[in-house]
């Protein structure tokens, strides 16, 4: 099991980018793939989360503003990011989970907010 994660870079404030996640080894359709986010010197925190049924859920900190999706013919989960805010900046994970309980982490691409 793979994960690609890309899409990051610096942004102004108010800005959006699109993060990706390119999944091989694994049916993203058939896996809860999620978003996680680590800033310097903080936890990791869920960011954003598409169950297998498509139910989603978001970090109060991001709702309104990220947006988790999944093209399952592209076998890829994005997270679309709106009004980009400073706080925003971290290095962004995603994350698989499948039916069995198996996890898979892909590696960072990092975001930066700043003007």
């Not at 989603?56 to 093209?71: H, L, M, N, P, Q």
Request: aromatic share 6%; hydrophobic share 35%; with cysteine.
């Amino acid at each position: 099991v793979q994960l690609q994660a890309s899409g990051g870079g610096l942004v102004q404030p108010g800005g959006s980018l699109r993060l990706s996640c390119a999944a091989s080894g694994i049916m993203v359709s058939l896996s809860a793939m999620s978003w996680y986010r680590q800033a310097p010197e903080k936890q990791r925190e869920l960011v954003a989360r598409i169950s297998v049924n498509s139910s989603t859920r978001y970090a109060d900190s991001v709702k309104g503003r990220f947006t988790i999706s999944r093209d399952n013919t592209k076998n890829t989960v994005f997270l679309q990011m709106n009004n980009l805010k400073p706080e925003d900046t971290a290095v962004y994970y995603c994350k698989s989970v499948s039916l069995r309980g198996s996890e898979c982490w892909g590696q960072g691409t990092q975001v930066t907010v700043s003007s």
